[in-house]
């Protein structure tokens, strides 16, 4: 069932368009890839998505009839969060619990729910043994471990990543595809995310949207290409 909808969507900056012409449709429950060379407005792209831009023209949708009676809650991982400076104040444990806010309310207290969800988001990204650390001393891939568990503690039905895997080793990019897959497939869970590392990812997608640029105009969904086996050997483009 489709979960968001995208319809002639143009959008840019001053009075360029850098979208042009932009029709995808996002699922309920499937891993999508978003991908495209540098400067293609893939992360644009996740901002319209989620609302945090409005189009010039065209309509973004979010069908809420798909969630089957549940509340729409979206987690959403920006681009560079590994910039945390080394004078961040708050320690790991912390910056996860606050995840949790956005279910409960700011000035409500965790209940030991919340806090076996914050242990559970913790260990799933290899990050609970460093709990009690300083967020600025942890490299730029703990960082965006820990920026994953927030999200995960939330308990989001969508999960929208703009390059997630920036500063992992290759062990620690497979973990998390192999973990956002599990969401997916066992959780229901939606996950869209901006990756250049099709050659590791491409499995564990159930699609990947492509922007492409024609001569002199904006960024086009130009192909949809759909995986036909799940987990298959080599990356599936039509």
């Known amino acids: ?62 069908h809420t009839e798909a969630l089957e009676g549940k509340r729409l809650s979206i987690g959403y991982v920006p681009q560079n969060v590994a910039s945390f400076n080394s004078g961040f104040p708050s320690r790991v444990l912390e910056l996860v619990r606050s995840g949790c806010y956005s279910r409960l309310g ?74 956002m897959r599990h969401y997916v497939t066992s959780h229901g869970m939606t996950v869209i995310m901006v990756t250049h590392e099709l050659q590791e990812s491409g499995k564990y997608l159930d699609r990947i949207i492509s922007l492409e640029q024609r001569e002199s105009e904006g960024w086009q969904c130009l192909t949809t290409n759909s995986c036909s086996v799940r987990f298959g050997p080599e990356l599936c483009l039509e």
Not at 38 to 59: I, R
Not at 148 to 155: E, K, T, V
Not at 163 to 168: F, Q, S
Request: charged fraction near 20%; include cysteine; aromatic fraction near 6%.
């Open 106 to 179: 700011l000035f409500k207290r965790l209940a030991a729910e919340q806090h076996e969800i914050v242990e559970q988001s913790l260990k799933q990204v290899g990050m609970w043994e460093y709990r009690h650390r300083k967020v600025g001393e942890l490299s730029g891939g703990q960082k965006q471990r820990i920026c994953i568990a927030r999200a995960l503690a939330g308990q989001p039905n969508v999960l929208v990543l703009d390059e997630p895997t920036a500063g992992m080793d290759q062990q620690g990019r497979l973990g998390f595809y192999q973990l």
């Open 1 to 62: 069932m489709i979960l968001s909808s995208m319809r002639n969507v143009v959008f840019g900056y001053g009075d360029t368009p850098v979208l042009s012409g932009i029709s995808v449709d996002i699922h309920q429950g499937e891993f999508v890839g978003i991908t495209g060379p540098n400067g293609a407005a893939k992360t644009t792209l996740l901002k319209l998505l989620l609302g945090l831009l409005k189009p010039w023209s065209g309509s973004v949708h979010i």
